[in-house]
């Protein structure tokens, strides 16, 4: 593999620090004495070769990937099928899952999706507001509407069967519902940044993906438009990590025509992690490290990504693993012997990699 952004080195350099600034750039430092900050070039790389695993006619313009026990699930939200489910050990096409539309058991637009962990009975995210759940491979009657407390945007199930979500809030980092879907409370600080910045537009600046441990007890959330990864249990951030690139996020922010303030991305804007895939051991987030303008340039509807993070639970960071270029969505299997991608160039299809044995 050619053109890598990372080095590869035998020793791993932890540099714990006390200030880190906030996005304005006017900005103040604020004390994080639980910051965790490193560098790509202090953790031992892996280059991984892919095998093929998945390539099939039903992959139309795949974007998300969930691995279960028996089942890998990939989402296509422009599909007539919005879901569909793939033999995880052989790849093989197994069947499609859920019909687009309004209706009873249908799917108005896949957002995101998961397994509950340890099934095969998984869940869709409808943004904004519908969680609808999927068993024997078929949509079910069962969904929850999250209602109040602000946007979720990237929603988990975590311990008590509450649920757990990134977004709009006014206050406040993960908004928690309770299992019917009512708003119950938000928890951790608010997002970086100055008063003047509308907090909208600071929760949108700092917009993460979330995942949880098996058990719903850590919730660890990536940031997309920085280099920052947050770990969580049930009420407080437990630790906060900064790197590889250590970028603070670009944007502007204006007023839109109802007169809601909105967040601009710029093309110096980093696209920071993509994806994230847990198991109870090790956190892989998929970090791409490009401008939006290189993106943009490029054609991509979302930014490809070619380096793979490993972190323990307790925000140490443990070595890099080196994919192929252009992955948009990772997996990976609940042993974390392997690892998967999915690409949509040259062809849509799902790598498998096996993953080398981490240091924790």
Known sequence: ????????????????????????????????????????DTLLT??????????????????????????????????HHPVTVFDKDSGEFIAYVGDQGEGPREIPFLWSMDFKPGSDSGWIYSYPRIMIFLDDLSVTDKTIRLTGGGSPMSPVWVTGEKIASTGGYESGRVGLY????????????DPPGETPIPM????????????????????????????????FDASEVLHLVRGPGLHEPVFSHSIDGN???????????????VS??????????????RTRGWVRSQGYYSPPAKTVIAFSWNGNPIGVLGIEDGAMDIGVSRDGQFLY????????????????????
């Open 178 to 189: 309770a299992s019917t879907g009512e708003f119950v409370r938000t928890m951790g600080p």
């Open 200 to 231: 909208v537009v600071r929760q949108h600046v700092y917009e993460a993906i979330l995942k949880t441990n098996s058990n719903g007890t850590r919730i660890v959330a990536a940031s997309q438009n920085t280099d920052r990864i947050e770990i």
């Open 1 to 40: 593999m050619t053109d890598r952004h990372l080095c590869s080195s035998t020793t791993i350099l932890l540099v714990p620090v006390l200030l880190i600034g906030c996005i304005d750039l006017q900005s103040r430092s604020v004390p994080d004495p639980f910051l965790v900050q490193f560098s790509a």
């Open 46 to 79: 892996y280059d991984l070769v892919g095998e093929l695993h998945i390539h099939s006619d039903s992959l139309g313009n795949p974007t998300d990937l969930a691995v279960g026990e028996k089942y890998i699930f990939v989402g296509d939200p422009y599909a």
């Open 341 to 360: 991608a999915i690409y949509r160039r040259p062809v849509p299809m799902v790598l498998r990699y096996e993953v080398p044995s981490l240091r924790k």
């Open 259 to 273: 007169g809601d303030p909105r967040m601009m991305v710029e093309n110096e804007t980093i696209q920071g992690y």
């Open 276 to 289: 994230i895939a847990v198991t109870d051991q090790i956190i892989l987030a998929l970090y791409s490290g």
